[in-house]
Protein backbone atom coordinates (compact mmCIF):
# COMPACT_ATOMS: atom_id res chain seq x y z
CA UNK A 1 0.00 0.00 0.00
CA UNK A 2 1.14 3.25 -0.96
CA UNK A 3 2.25 5.87 1.92
CA UNK A 4 -0.47 8.81 2.45
CA UNK A 5 2.31 11.06 2.03
CA UNK A 6 2.54 9.61 -1.49
CA UNK A 7 0.58 10.09 -4.58
CA UNK A 8 0.96 8.70 -7.64
CA UNK A 9 -0.22 8.61 -11.37
CA UNK A 10 0.11 5.93 -14.00
CA UNK A 11 0.43 6.74 -17.59
CA UNK A 12 3.27 5.98 -20.43
CA UNK A 13 5.35 9.01 -18.13
CA UNK A 14 5.04 8.44 -14.35
CA UNK A 15 5.24 10.57 -11.33
CA UNK A 16 5.59 10.10 -7.86
CA UNK A 17 5.23 13.35 -5.35
CA UNK A 18 6.71 12.85 -2.03
CA UNK A 19 4.66 15.31 0.23
CA UNK A 20 6.97 14.82 3.12
CA UNK A 21 10.59 15.43 1.54
CA UNK A 22 8.41 18.02 -1.31
CA UNK A 23 10.28 15.91 -4.15
CA UNK A 24 8.78 15.30 -7.35
CA UNK A 25 9.98 12.51 -9.27
CA UNK A 26 8.76 12.04 -13.04
CA UNK A 27 10.02 9.00 -14.49
CA UNK A 28 9.24 6.36 -17.93
CA UNK A 29 7.42 3.40 -17.60
CA UNK A 30 10.14 0.21 -17.48
CA UNK A 31 13.17 2.75 -17.91
CA UNK A 32 16.51 1.29 -17.88
CA UNK A 33 19.15 1.78 -15.56
CA UNK A 34 19.84 5.95 -15.21
CA UNK A 35 22.03 8.33 -14.25
CA UNK A 36 21.06 11.75 -13.24
CA UNK A 37 22.94 15.08 -15.01
CA UNK A 38 24.84 17.83 -13.43
CA UNK A 39 22.14 20.25 -12.23
CA UNK A 40 21.59 22.73 -15.01
CA UNK A 41 18.96 24.40 -12.42
CA UNK A 42 19.13 23.98 -8.69
CA UNK A 43 17.26 21.02 -7.28
CA UNK A 44 16.27 19.87 -11.01
CA UNK A 45 18.25 16.60 -11.98
CA UNK A 46 17.47 14.89 -15.47
CA UNK A 47 17.53 11.47 -15.52
CA UNK A 48 19.73 9.37 -18.73
CA UNK A 49 19.82 5.99 -19.29
CA UNK A 50 23.23 4.83 -18.66
CA UNK A 51 22.87 3.26 -22.49
CA UNK A 52 21.85 6.36 -23.88
CA UNK A 53 22.68 9.38 -23.44
CA UNK A 54 20.49 10.67 -25.47
CA UNK A 55 17.83 9.18 -23.55
CA UNK A 56 15.96 11.26 -21.10
CA UNK A 57 14.11 8.80 -18.66
CA UNK A 58 12.92 11.30 -15.94
CA UNK A 59 13.46 13.89 -13.90
CA UNK A 60 13.75 14.54 -10.05
CA UNK A 61 12.89 18.15 -8.58
CA UNK A 62 13.44 18.93 -5.20
CA UNK A 63 11.31 21.42 -3.34
CA UNK A 64 8.56 21.34 -5.86
CA UNK A 65 5.99 23.09 -4.19
CA UNK A 66 8.11 26.23 -4.10
CA UNK A 67 8.64 26.01 -8.04
CA UNK A 68 7.37 28.33 -10.74
CA UNK A 69 5.50 25.84 -13.03
CA UNK A 70 6.20 28.17 -15.84
CA UNK A 71 10.11 28.00 -15.13
CA UNK A 72 9.74 24.47 -14.82
CA UNK A 73 8.89 24.21 -18.32
CA UNK A 74 11.33 25.23 -19.74
CA UNK A 75 14.08 23.69 -18.09
CA UNK A 76 12.50 20.01 -18.21
CA UNK A 77 13.65 18.85 -21.77
CA UNK A 78 9.74 16.56 -22.11
CA UNK A 79 6.10 17.68 -21.52
CA UNK A 80 4.87 16.88 -18.61
CA UNK A 81 1.85 18.65 -16.76
CA UNK A 82 3.12 20.02 -13.51
CA UNK A 83 -0.62 21.29 -13.03
CA UNK A 84 -1.63 17.64 -12.45
CA UNK A 85 0.05 17.00 -9.47
CA UNK A 86 -1.04 18.24 -6.32
Known amino acids: MLDPEMVSHNTDMNWLYDREHDILYVY ?33 IMDYSKRNRQLLRKSVPFYFDFDAVI
Not at 30 to 52: A, L, T
Request: hydrophobic share 25%.
Open 28 to 60: VSNSPPSYSDDEEVKGVYIKRSMDDDDFITGVT
